[in-house]
T-cell receptor
């Protein structure tokens, strides 16, 4: 059974710092991995989608990497800002063409001014 | 307007009551999903549907039922609500095309069962 783990559960950093969020999964047979952002009282916003054949994806200050063989992904946030404060979730889609997502528990990030 | 809309956004109901959560989408996607989120547990899949005639159970379907009224509408029902169904519920959609497609989520429905 696929399990997804995110460490740390919470992180607090000063504004301007570069940071890395970690995601690990137990079964390397995945279609893709997706990083989401969740703000309090709001839904999930997709940040980056990495296909299993890809090594990384970039969007603005965000860079996500995928090492399928070791079951790991990282989300790198450059020059963090207070507006980056949110919960970040990673999720994998297993093989089988169902699109079902298996989520980690999330990392809650606070960026202090 | 949001591409994936959930109603209601918040609901408080009593134990034993029947309640329906609704989801509609304007993205034209075939696939729709219902997840629930509990503190410390992440999101877990309740039901999913690939079209109007294709409904599938997810990881935690007991106590829930669903209806796909149209391609754009997917509702989740709690036949007899119980307190441990208190959670944040999310509807999601994705296009057909294999597992490599992006998922889009609604704003969520916060359900409290007292």
């Amino acid at each position: 059974k696929q399990e997804v783990t995110q460490i740390p559960a919470a992180l607090s950093v000063p504004e301007g710092e570069n940071l890395v969020l970690n995601c690990s999964f137990t079964d390397s047979a995945i279609y893709n991995l997706q990083w989401f952002r969740q703000d309090p009282g709001k839904g999930l916003t997709s940040l980056l989608l990495i296909q299993s054949s890809q090594r990384e994806q970039t969007s603005g200050r965000l860079n996500a990497s995928l090492d399928k063989s070791s079951g790991r992904s990282t989300l790198y946030i450059a020059a963090s800002q207070p507006g980056d404060s949110a919960t970040y979730l990673c999720a994998v889609t297993g093989l089988g063409n169902t699109g079902k997502l298996i989520f980690g528990q999330g990392t809650t990030l606070q960026v202090k001014p | 307007d949001a591409d994936v809309t959930q109603t209601p956004r918040n609901r408080i109901t009593k134990t034993g009551k029947r309640i329906m959560l609704e989801c509609s989408q304007t993205k034209g996607h075939d696939r729709m999903y219902w997840y629930r989120q509990d503190p410390g547990l992440g999101l877990r899949l309740i039901y999913y549907s690939f079209d109007v005639k294709d409904i599938n159970k997810g990881e935690i379907s007991d106590g829930y039922s669903v209806s796909r009224q149209a391609q754009a509408k997917f509702s989740l029902s709690l036949e007899s609500a119980i307190p441990n169904q208190t959670a944040l519920y999310f509807c999601a959609t994705s296009p057909r095309g294999g597992g490599g497609t992006e998922a889009f989520f609604g704003q969520g429905t916060r359900l409290t069962v007292v």
